[in-house]
């Protein structure tokens, strides 16, 4: 899913700019119960229907009770996130905690340091996965934008009956690419995955670059969009989009992956894991020809990008200390999310779920043989901006749809390959540029 329309990202360009102050208050002792406060979070509302109601009913209500908070929670559409935000720092008020699906450190000035909580975590929970800590941490300025306690993994979603007869499977891009122009030819259905400025678009066009050896940084923070692999890698998408994909996919929103696959239209998409359960819930009748993949090896590497569920805690927040402690105890409880969310929030945390083998695919756990993947999700996870950090101007290089356009650009020939690369290079060091003089890089 994905967030979109001019008015959000010139909202969330705009709320990145202005400084404010910060109260750099650290985690408290659970207090005693002589005076009730309030801690209010906004976060997306889970495409699995069983995670809302655990979060809500169970986590956040025993929690609650137990520190004598009362907590409010509010859950909005995804697309409804970043001008929620946008307009909470316009009046300096609104929740302790907001939850980020796409890279925002570009509203660092707005955000407390998440430090303490990454520390206290890791004491008692063990060390979190490295592409977590690159994903909030700033090694500029050695502060965090966010935390999270889990992420969204990346996967291939297909059909294992079409790629069956076309005796092809999606291991490498290559594989995607011949697979695809085959089953397209021989059943008409399309491989397909998002070329709209939109959050699956972003984070799966990263995944090809990644795997391609290009990147929108060196691990120094320094840009290297302009490259050889980038080429290669936009090559490979206009001859995926020309070969084997649709028209539509250029005004894809973010669910649209979801029904390309669900009605049957469609042999292959990227995705976490929405697609095949949500045909186990509508009982299709292909539900079980749906199946998961690794994201596919390129020539550099396996590697895929998808995105986090990140908290934030505003330096205008009311009740810092509760939010904080509130992460520290979900974290806690991660092995519970995990199974409420039908395995879609991964940990951050591994120590916290340490039978994910057996929850997703042993021998005796009931679970259908397609999840068995998942304990091996976090071995081609990694951030946006990697193999460096997700800094504020990798954040406004996603936001601004820099990315998705370049590619967009060569796929339908508006521009050549080289064309498009230069334009994105320039306006990509033009965002670096601003935030080094910021003192961010």
Same mark, same amino acid.
């Given at each position: 899913?994905?967030?979109? $329309?001019?008015?959000?990202?010139?909202?969330?360009?705009?709320?990145? $700019?202005? @400084?404010?102050?910060?109260?750099?208050?650290?985690?408290?002792?659970?207090?005693?119960?002589?005076? +009730?406060?309030?801690?209010?979070?906004?976060?997306?509302?889970?495409?699995? &229907?069983?995670?809302?109601?655990?979060?809500?009913?169970?986590?956040?209500?025993?929690?609650?009770?137990?520190?004598?908070?009362?907590?409010?929670?509010?859950?909005? $559409?995804?697309?409804?996130?970043?001008? +929620?935000?946008?307009?909470?720092?316009?009046?300096?008020?609104?929740?302790?905690?907001?939850?980020?699906?796409? *890279?925002?450190?570009?509203?660092?000035?707005?955000?407390?340091?998440?430090?303490?909580?990454?520390?206290?975590?890791?004491?008692?929970?063990?060390?979190?996965?490295?592409? #977590?800590?690159?994903?909030?941490?700033?090694?500029?300025?050695?502060?965090?934008?966010?935390?999270?306690?889990?992420?969204?993994?990346?996967?291939?979603?297909?059909?294992?009956?079409?790629? @069956?007869? @076309?005796?092809?499977? *999606?291991?490498?891009?290559?594989?995607?690419?011949?697979?695809?122009?085959?089953?397209?030819?021989?059943?008409?259905?399309?491989?397909?995955?998002?070329?709209?400025?939109?959050?699956?678009?972003?984070?799966? !066009?990263?995944?090809?670059?990644?795997?391609?050896?290009? &990147?929108?940084?060196? #691990?120094?923070?320094?840009?290297?969009?302009?490259?050889?692999?980038?080429?290669?890698?936009?090559?490979?998408?206009?001859?995926?989009?020309?070969?084997?994909?649709?028209?539509?996919?250029?005004?894809?929103?973010?669910?649209?992956?979801?029904?390309?696959?669900?009605?049957?239209?469609?042999?292959?998409?990227?995705?976490?894991? &929405?697609?095949?359960?949500?045909?186990?819930?509508?009982? !299709?009748?292909?539900?079980?020809?749906?199946?998961?993949?690794?994201?596919?090896?390129?020539?550099? @590497?396996?590697?895929?990008?998808?995105?986090?569920?990140?908290?934030?805690?505003?330096r205008f927040a009311e009740n810092p200390e509760g939010a904080k402690q509130?992460?520290?105890?979900?974290?806690?409880?991660?092995?519970?999310?995990?199974?409420?969310?039908?395995?879609?929030?991964? *940990?951050?945390?591994?120590?916290?779920?340490p039978d994910l083998e057996a929850l997703t695919g042993g021998a005796s756990?009931?679970?259908?043989?397609?999840?068995?993947?998942?304990?091996?999700?976090?071995?081609?996870?990694?951030?946006?901006?990697?193999?460096?950090?997700?800094?504020?101007?990798? &954040?406004?290089?996603?936001e601004r749809g820099i990315i998705s356009k370049m590619f967009a650009n060569?796929?339908? #020939?508006? =521009?050549?390959?080289?064309?498009?690369?230069?334009?994105?290079?320039?306006?990509?060091?033009?965002?670096?540029?601003?935030? +080094?003089?910021?003192?961010? =890089?």
């Open positions: 899913m994905g967030v979109e $329309g001019t008015i959000t990202r010139r909202g969330l360009l705009a709320a990145s $700019g202005a @400084a404010l102050a910060t109260s750099g208050v650290g985690l408290a002792p659970r207090r005693a119960r002589a005076q +009730r406060k309030t801690l209010k979070i906004m976060q997306w509302r889970h495409f699995v &229907s069983a995670y809302d109601p655990w979060f809500n009913d169970t986590f956040a209500r025993q929690w609650g009770e137990a520190n004598d908070v009362d907590v409010i929670i509010d859950h909005v $559409g995804f697309a409804d996130l970043a001008p +929620r935000a946008v307009a909470e720092i316009q009046a300096q008020r609104g929740h302790d905690l907001i939850q980020f699906v796409t *890279p925002h450190a570009m509203l660092v000035d707005h955000l407390i340091d998440h430090r303490e909580i990454f520390e206290e975590c890791s004491r008692q929970y063990g060390k979190p996965a490295e592409f #977590a800590l690159r994903a909030h941490f700033n090694p500029k300025t050695r502060t965090y934008t966010g935390f999270a306690a889990a992420f969204q993994p990346a996967l291939v979603t297909y059909r294992s009956d079409l790629w @069956a007869k @076309a005796q092809a499977a *999606p291991t490498t891009w290559n594989h995607v690419l011949t697979g695809a122009r085959r089953i397209k030819l021989l059943d008409g259905k399309s491989a397909a995955f998002s070329l709209a400025p939109e959050h699956n678009c972003e984070q799966t !066009l990263r995944s090809i670059m990644y795997s391609f050896g290009a &990147s929108e940084q060196d #691990a120094d923070g320094s840009p290297t969009l302009r490259s050889p692999a980038t080429l290669d890698a936009l090559r490979y998408v206009k001859d995926l989009f020309e070969q084997a994909m649709i028209p539509d996919v250029l005004r894809w929103d973010g669910a649209s992956n979801n029904r390309f696959m669900l009605t049957g239209e469609g042999c292959l998409t990227i995705d976490s894991l &929405s697609i095949p359960r949500a045909a186990e819930a509508m009982k !299709l009748d292909f539900a079980g020809d749906l199946r998961l993949a690794a994201m596919p090896a390129g020539p550099a @590497a396996r590697l895929g990008s998808f995105g986090f569920y990140t908290y934030s805690i505003w509130f992460l520290v105890d979900y974290v806690g409880r991660s092995r519970e999310a995990f199974l409420a969310s039908s395995f879609q929030n991964m *940990p951050c945390y591994p120590e916290t779920v756990s009931g679970v259908a043989a397609k999840y068995a993947l998942m304990k091996d999700v976090a071995s081609w996870t990694t951030n946006a901006g990697h193999p460096g950090y997700t800094n504020p101007a990798v &954040s406004e290089v996603y060569v796929a339908t #020939a508006r =521009l050549t390959p080289e064309q498009a690369l230069e334009e994105a290079d320039r306006e990509e060091r033009a965002i670096f540029d601003r935030w +080094r003089e910021r003192g961010q =890089l």
